[in-house]
């Protein structure tokens, strides 16, 4: 499982991967609606190029919020899931589900 970390302080957000065996931490996980064109991959997101996207901001004021719920951790589907491969979305849907039955809290945006 991917979650991500704001960074205090930077425009920057950290990534950070566990395993199948791991214990995850709390998280809150963004709510929200996609804007085509506009939100940012796993692949943006690690090599920093979209942070001109408007979904950037989004993660952003996601990250800040779940600091002030005192959560280290969020969830964000459009970059905490690879979703360029077609054939994997039955497991992409798996994915999201249990992210979404296992966090703290949802922030709506």
Known sequence: MRLLKHASGKDCVLIKEFADNDEIPPYAILSHTWIDDEEVTFD??????GKSKMGFKKIQLCGQQAQR???EYFWVDTCCII???HRRQCTT?????A????S??????
Do not use: P
């Open 69 to 71: 719920d005192n959560l």
């Open 104 to 109: 703290r809290t949802y922030i709506a945006f």
């Open 83 to 85: 979703q360029s491969h």
């Open 93 to 97: 849907k798996r994915v999201a589900y």
């Open 44 to 49: 943006e997101l690690t090599n920093g190029t």
């Open 99 to 102: 992210a979404r039955s296992c």
